[in-house]
C-alpha cells in the first residue's frame, strides 16, 4: 500500500518561495504510470489542482499558477516537489500530495500559512 | 478550462433515505473521466468513484454513480451517519484537472 507524507515549511513570509516535498513509501515515484500531484485547499473552501509531474519530463500546471509553479521528482529520494514563488496570503491553504489520475492515494495534507 | 458545476450546494436528508448529488460539465468530458470524492473534516479527500462508474476499493455498494458526456450524478442509496461529509467531483479527461465547488450533505 503505497503511503505520501507532506512536509515542508508551516510558516513563509510573503513574496517568498515555498518548497514542499512529498515523500512516497510503499511504491516508487519513477519508471511507474503515476502522475504525482499537487493538489490545495484554503479553509472551509474547495480544492485547487495545482499542477502534476509523470517521469520527471512531463509536467502540466493550473494556468492560474503556471507562472509561480515548479514540480519535480528527485528519484534518488522517492520524493516529489513543489516550489511555488512569490507567495501571498491567498496562498495559504492546507497542501495535499497525490498520486495517480483519478487521485487514488493522498497524503494527509499540510497547512501553509503566508504571514509576516 | 472544463467547469464542473455540483447541485445542491447543501443536501438536507434523513438517515436511510436516498441521496442524489449532481455534477455538470461546462464542456464534455473525455472518456467519461470523472470522479468523486468523500473528504471528512481534517481529513484528505478519499476516492469513490472514478470513470463515471467504477467504485473504488473498499467503497460501500451504496455508493453508485452515473452519467456521461456532462452530466453525472453520485447516489448513496441509503445515506448512513457516516456519510453527512462533503463530496467534490473532479473531472481528469483534460488538463486541466478541475474540480466541482463541493455538496455538503446535512442531516435534516
Known amino acids: 500500500q503505497v503511503h505520501l507524507e507532506e512536509s515542508g515549511p508551516g510558516l513563509v513570509k510573503p513574496s517568498q518561495t515555498l518548497s514542499l516535498t512529498c515523500t512516497v513509501s510503499?511504491?516508487?515515484?519513477?519508471?511507474?504510470?503515476?502522475?504525482w500531484t499537487w493538489i490545495r485547499q484554503p479553509a472551509g473552501k474547495g480544492l485547487e489542482w495545482i499542477g502534476r509531474v509523470y517521469n520527471n519530463k512531463d509536467t502540466f500546471y493550473s494556468p492560474s499558477l503556471s507562472a509561480r509553479a515548479t514540480i519535480s521528482i528527485d528519484m534518488s529520494k522517492n520524493q516529489f516537489s513543489l516550489r511555488l514563488t512569490y507567495m501571498t496570503a491567498a496562498d495559504t491553504a492546507v497542501y495535499y500530495c497525490?498520486?495517480?489520475?483519478?487521485?487514488?492515494?493522498w497524503g494527509h495534507g499540510i497547512l501553509v500559512t503566508v504571514s509576516s | 478550462e472544463n467547469v464542473l458545476t455540483q447541485s445542491p450546494g447543501t443536501l438536507s436528508l434523513s438517515p436511510g433515505e436516498r441521496a442524489t448529488l449532481s455534477c455538470r460539465a461546462s464542456q464534455t468530458i473525455r472518456g467519461d473521466y470523472l470522479a468523486w470524492y468523500q473528504q471528512k473534516p481534517g481529513q484528505a479527500p478519499r476516492l469513490l468513484i472514478y470513470?463515471?462508474?467504477s467504485r473504488a476499493t473498499g467503497v460501500p455498494d451504496r455508493f453508485s454513480g452515473f452519467g456521461s458526456a456532462t452530466d453525472f450524478t453520485l447516489t448513496i442509496s441509503r445515506v448512513e451517519p457516516e456519510d453527512y461529509v462533503v463530496y467534490y467531483c473532479q473531472q481528469y479527461g483534460d488538463p486541466p484537472v478541475t474540480f466541482g465547488q463541493g455538496t455538503r450533505l446535512e442531516i435534516k
Open positions: 510503499g511504491g516508487s515515484v519513477s519508471n511507474t504510470p503515476y502522475y
Open positions: 497525490a498520486r495517480g489520475y483519478p487521485f487514488d492515494s
Open positions: 470513470a463515471a462508474s
